[in-house]
């Protein structure tokens, strides 16, 4: 539940739910709500968290709900053993455990991400068209270089692509035009470098593209809402 969208689990339609706590605690003293002679299924649960409140064109893009059909083998195996792995980890409590616990999270998180971007369900957004080996190449480039005055015709090289085709087929995949993704990216830059450092406005604006720090001041405050400095110091609040 990629955005975190309130659900049930249920194992039956017509099965009345219980709140999740109330189904811990009953693990917890060791008399399971739910038992039967039906066959036994075993649910692990966890969550990730981003420390930082920019989010990625990659988180934004997924569904409210992901789910994986049993009928890929090799992700069916993976996400076996990584279950049984950290199913032993957290009856085992040993040295170690909360490293390892992290470790096979991610694992799992990027098996989730692989199976669903190969059962095909991505038609459009940031997914699809990072699977686009020629819009893909043209991310790259925006992506490592966002300091640099891009063209259209840049970008299009990079993709291989004519401009005309290039601007189509970017637009129908990620719904806007590559200069303005390319804009809205180093927003997203700006916002990262804000948090994780402290060079003075100015510096920031000319690492993702802005010679003038009045230009960038307002085109932020356009895309946010609210100037850089404001930004930051709202932000670092928020994460103390």
Same mark, same amino acid.
């Given at each position: 539940?990629?955005?975190?969208?309130?659900?049930?689990?249920?194992?039956?339609?017509?099965?009345?739910?219980?709140?999740?706590?109330?189904?811990?605690?009953?693990?917890?003293?060791?008399?399971?709500?739910?038992?039967?002679?039906?066959?036994?299924?075993?649910?692990?649960?966890?969550?990730?968290?981003?420390?930082?409140?920019?989010?990625?064109?990659?988180?934004?893009?997924?569904?409210?709900?992901?789910?994986?059909?049993?009928?890929?083998?090799?992700?069916?195996?993976?996400?076996?053993?990584?279950?049984?792995?950290?199913?032993?980890?957290?009856?085992?409590?040993?040295?170690?455990?909360?490293?390892?616990?992290?470790?096979?999270?991610?694992?799992?998180?990027?098996?989730?991400?692989?199976?669903?971007?190969?059962?095909?369900?991505?038609?459009?957004?940031?997914?699809?068209?990072?699977?686009?080996?020629?819009?893909?190449?043209?991310?790259?480039?925006?992506?490592?270089?966002?300091?640099?005055?891009?063209?259209?015709?840049?970008?299009?090289?990079?993709?291989?692509? $004519?401009?005309?085709?290039?601007?189509?087929? &970017? /637009?129908?995949?990620? @719904? #806007? !035009? +590559?200069?303005?993704?390319?804009?809205?990216?180093?927003?997203?830059?700006?916002?990262?470098?804000?948090?994780?450092?402290?060079?003075?406005?100015?510096?920031?604006?000319?690492?993702?593209?802005?010679? $003038?720090?009045?230009?960038?001041?307002?085109? &932020? /405050?356009?895309?946010? @809402? #609210? !100037? +850089?400095?404001?930004?930051?110091?709202?932000?670092?609040?928020?994460?103390?």
């Amino acid at each position: 539940m990629p955005h975190g969208a309130a659900h049930r689990i249920l194992g039956h339609p017509d099965n009345a739910s219980v709140p999740s706590a109330a189904y811990v605690k009953a693990l917890q003293l060791g008399k399971p709500l739910f038992q039967g002679d039906d066959e036994e299924t075993l649910l692990i649960g966890g969550h990730f968290e981003f420390t930082s409140p920019v989010l990625h064109p990659f988180v934004q893009s997924l569904p409210k709900a992901i789910k994986i059909n049993s009928g890929q083998r090799e992700i069916r195996m993976w996400l076996e053993q990584a279950a049984s792995f950290m199913n032993e980890e957290l009856v085992a409590k040993k040295a170690g455990s909360q490293v390892i616990l992290g470790r096979l999270a991610e694992i799992v998180f990027t098996l989730i991400i692989r199976a669903y971007i190969e059962e095909g369900e991505v038609a459009q957004g940031f997914l699809r068209a990072f699977k686009d080996p020629r819009i893909s190449a043209s991310l790259n480039t925006m992506h490592a270089a966002p300091e640099k005055e891009w063209t259209l015709s840049q970008l299009a090289a990079a993709a291989g692509m $004519s401009r005309s085709l290039y601007c189509s087929e &970017f /637009k129908r995949l990620l @719904g #806007e !035009t +590559p200069l303005a993704y390319l804009t809205n990216w180093r927003i997203l830059k700006a916002k990262e470098i804000l948090l994780v450092s402290k060079e003075n406005i100015s510096e920031i604006a000319e690492k993702v593209g802005y010679q $003038s720090e009045a230009a960038f001041n307002r085109l &932020f /405050k356009s895309k946010v @809402g #609210e !100037t +850089p400095a404001t930004f930051r110091r709202k932000a670092l609040a928020r994460i103390s």
